[in-house]
């Protein structure tokens, strides 16, 4: 199963996302407790909620950030987005439903496809984009360019 805990090898050289990578994580690993540990109803589902919130917001940053670096598989990275998302929703539905057994094998498969998966590949493939831009908008505009937005 994937480590629950950031690290440098999971840096995608953008000091903003791996941040909000950061948050993912603890998330991750708090949803992952809340499951492992039979919490409540209520426990679970806040967990639940705020991830799928801040999920959203994340990928949306992301996304700007790929597209103003011009990576040109910024199209197919939204649709891995898109997938994540709805594997959330899916935990949400099913949770809503009662259906504890199922959640915590789902929250297993959500770990390994959003940590291992998702950001030691497919966003680790952005960061040479990523910083290239940096540097340009760095070398041009000075450190006011927008790349915290
Ligand atoms: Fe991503």
Not at 3 to 8: G, H, R
Not at 45 to 61: D, I, N, Q, T
């Amino acid at each position: 199963m994937a480590m629950l805990t950031w690290d440098e090898a999971y840096s995608v050289g953008s000091a903003i996302l791996d941040s909000d990578h950061r948050i993912i994580f603890s998330l991750l690993a708090q949803l992952n407790d809340a499951t492992d540990t039979d919490q409540s109803r209520e426990v679970v589902g806040s967990v639940l909620k705020v991830l799928a919130e801040y999920a959203e917001h994340h990928f949306r940053r992301e996304e700007a950030i790929m597209r103003r670096a011009n990576y040109p598989l910024a199209e197919q990275h939204e649709q891995l987005h898109h997938d994540l998302e709805k594997k959330v929703t899916q935990i949400c539905e099913r949770w809503r439903a009662g259906e504890r057994d199922a959640l915590s094998t789902d929250v297993q498969s959500l770990l390994k496809n959003w940590l291992t998966d998702h950001i030691l590949e497919d966003d680790k493939a952005y960061g040479p984009w990523v910083e290239a831009a940096q540097e340009q908008d760095g070398a041009v505009g000075g450190p006011a360019n927008g790349w915290t937005t």
